[in-house]
Nanobody
Framework: QVQLVESGGGLVQPGGSLRLSCVAS????????MGWDRQAPGKQRELVAT???????NYADSVKGRFTISRDNAKNTVYLQMNSLKPEDTAVYYC???????????????WGQGTQVTVSS
């Protein structure tokens, strides 16, 4: 099996910064794209950022210039550096990864359990 575990969420004041991490573990042969989604109360889940295995990135318009996604392929880890945080960034943040697992011998999408980010004064 494959597990994704996020960390780094918390309470931060507007204008502050947080860094989220997500580690993938288990029967992993290869990880392709990784990314972050978020879901605010009463709203649909939305894509925040993605990064390919070669490092190509994509961001939602709402976070461009403030958030940076990166990954460490040797550690099967994806990061989300969030700067200039706004109250509207408050949400549960979920990491995801497209993983080729040795157990299944195919590529599937996996999700973490989520980490709460609250931006409030």
């Amino acid at each position: 099996q494959v597990q994704l575990v996020e960390s780094g969420g918390g309470l931060v004041q507007p204008g502050g910064s947080l860094r989220l991490s997500c580690v993938a573990s288990g029967s992993i042969l290869s990880i392709y794209a990784m990314g972050w989604d978020r879901q605010a109360p009463g709203k649909q889940r939305e894509l925040v950022a993605t990064i390919t295995s070669s490092g190509r990135t994509n961001y939602a318009d709402s976070v461009k210039g403030r958030f940076t996604i990166s990954r460490d392929n040797a550690k099967n880890t994806v990061y989300l550096q969030m700067n200039s945080l706004k109250p509207e960034d408050t949400a549960v943040y979920y990491c995801n990864a497209d993983v080729w697992a040795t157990a299944t011998r195919r590529s599937d999408d996996y999700w973490g359990q989520g980490t709460q980010v609250t931006v409030s004064s």
